[in-house]
């Protein structure tokens, strides 16, 4: 079983529509990510969370919200869907150290496919 | 802000050839770099990391350089095959570690010939 899974892997939508995308974990990492991937434009930080009480802003954050409801569980809301929001979605996870002193090895889900109409 | 540049953004060699894959990144107060593939459909996998101490990293036929103050990176792969075709992205530390986040290249979208 994958140690990072992500729901769904696709969705399509319509412009106004609110959508949740799950990430789940069975690594035991204290921190989560979502990224964004666009064609051209590489993966940019969304949100990340370091535990349940402590959720931060990415570069692009404006049009998301998170939530973090357990060590394990991490969703990205999109209130209002826009088309500008398509794009592939990836939760990441990661724990201090593992990669080495001050280093935080990131491990990625498979991406969630976000179309919005 | 750092910035990550891949050179070249797309590849396509016979099977069989060395090549080298190239990331620069603008601010060299890193902690570490992480390079990665991407296969169609599917995450990423970590394939190498080098902290800021090391100046190279090994595993198979990969070998990755490091070095930070001229801001760059290489990928070297060695006897290239089929099953090498991938997107190849390399990443930096936002700040500190990693906590943060990763800045990534855009990629090199890599294909080897059969």
């Known amino acids: 079983d994958a140690d990072v899974t992500q729901t769904p892997r696709n969705r399509i939508t319509k412009t106004g529509k609110r959508i949740m995308l799950e990430c789940s974990q069975t690594?035991?990492?204290?921190?989560m990510y979502w990224y964004r991937q666009d064609p051209g434009l590489g993966l940019r930080l969304i949100y990340y969370s370091f535990d349940v009480k402590d959720i931060n802003k990415g570069e692009i954050s404006d049009g998301y919200s998170v939530s973090r409801q357990a060590q394990a569980k991490f969703s990205l809301s999109l209130e209002s869907a826009i088309p500008n929001q398509t794009a592939l979605y990836f939760c990441?996870?990661?724990?201090?150290?593992?990669?080495?002193?001050?280093?935080?090895?990131?491990?990625f889900g498979p991406g969630t496919r976000l179309t919005v109409l | 802000k750092q910035e990550v540049t891949q050179i070249p953004a797309a590849l396509s060699v016979p099977e069989g050839e060395n090549l080298v894959l190239n990331c620069s990144f603008t601010d060299s107060a890193i902690y570490n770099l992480q390079w990665f593939r991407q296969d169609p459909g599917k995450g990423l996998t970590s394939l190498l990391l080098i902290q800021s101490s090391q100046r190279e990293q090994t595993s198979g036929r990969l070998n990755a350089s490091l070095d930070k103050s001229s801001g760059r990176s290489t990928l070297y792969i060695a006897a290239s095959q089929p099953g090498d075709s991938a997107t190849y992205l390399c990443?930096?530390?936002?700040?500190?570690?990693?906590?943060?986040?990763?800045?990534f290249g855009k990629g090199t979208h890599l294909i080897i010939q059969p």
């Open positions: 990443a930096v530390p936002d700040s500190g570690g990693g906590a943060d986040g990763l800045t």
């Open positions: 690594k035991g990492h204290d921190r």
């Open positions: 990441a996870t990661s724990v201090r150290g593992e990669g080495g002193r001050e280093t935080d090895t990131q491990y």
